[in-house]
T-cell receptor
């Protein structure tokens, strides 16, 4: 069975602080894909990144960075120098090759950035 | 290229009424997914279409729920005899092929009184 755990329900930071969101996944498949989505108050899920199980390279995109470690089944997300516009719920999701492409989401982490 | 669109954005109905939601995917995307999201939770898979064929349905999709994608383009999700427990955000996503990235619409928020 597939499972995604986001243990942090809410994180509050002051603008310009860094924030790291944890994601731990479970799957028996050797080929799988991990995603991060952002859900601002408007409600629409915005795609941030996709990573496949064979690519453990960390990635940086502007103020966003991702740390994928298969050894610990984790795919953590860091926002550097947070801004008020980063306030949203962030979801980690897992897709396995035998799941018809459906996403298994974690419960999400609410990030609150105050000025 | 326009994104995924969903209508209506909000729907308030009384218990026992039927409701129908529409999703228009990104053009030429052959795969379409429906998810349901309740307050404080991540989206949960409901059903999936490849072109006009409905290939999988979740256990969450009771017999009061039905989804169609008649011409392989837009899709509809109908809930019959709504219950208060059906109150949720209904999200639609489309993709060009597995394991391509799913792009989500803005969702339809359903409130059952």
């Amino acid at each position: 069975a597939q499972k995604v755990t986001q243990a942090q329900t809410e994180i509050s930071v002051v603008e310009k602080e860094d924030v790291t969101l944890d994601c731990v996944y479970e799957t028996r498949d050797t080929t799988y894909y991990l995603f991060w989505y952002k859900q601002p108050p408007s409600g629409e899920l915005v795609f941030l990144i996709r990573r496949n199980s064979f690519d453990e390279q960390n990635e940086i995109s502007g103020r966003y960075s991702w740390n994928f470690q298969k050894s610990t089944s984790s795919f953590n997300f860091t926002i550097t120098a947070s801004q008020v516009v980063d306030s949203a719920v962030y979801f980690c999701a897992l897709m396995t090759t035998d799941s018809w492409g459906k996403l298994q989401f974690g419960a999400g982490t609410q990030v609150v950035v105050t000025p | 290229d326009t994104g995924v669109s969903q209508n209506p954005r909000h729907k308030i109905t009384k218990r026992g009424q039927n409701v129908t939601f529409r999703c228009d995917p990104i053009s030429e995307h052959n795969r379409l997914y429906w998810y349901r999201q309740t307050l404080g939770q991540g989206p949960e898979f409901l059903t999936y279409f490849q072109n006009e064929a409905q290939l999988e349905k979740s256990r969450l999709l009771s017999d009061r729920f039905s989804a169609e994608r008649p011409k392989g383009s837009f899709s509809t999700l109908e809930i019959q005899r709504t219950e208060q427990g059906d109150s949720a955000m209904y999200l639609c996503a489309s993709t060009g092929g597995q394991p391509d990235t799913q792009y989500f619409g803005p969702g339809t928020r359903l409130t059952v009184l």
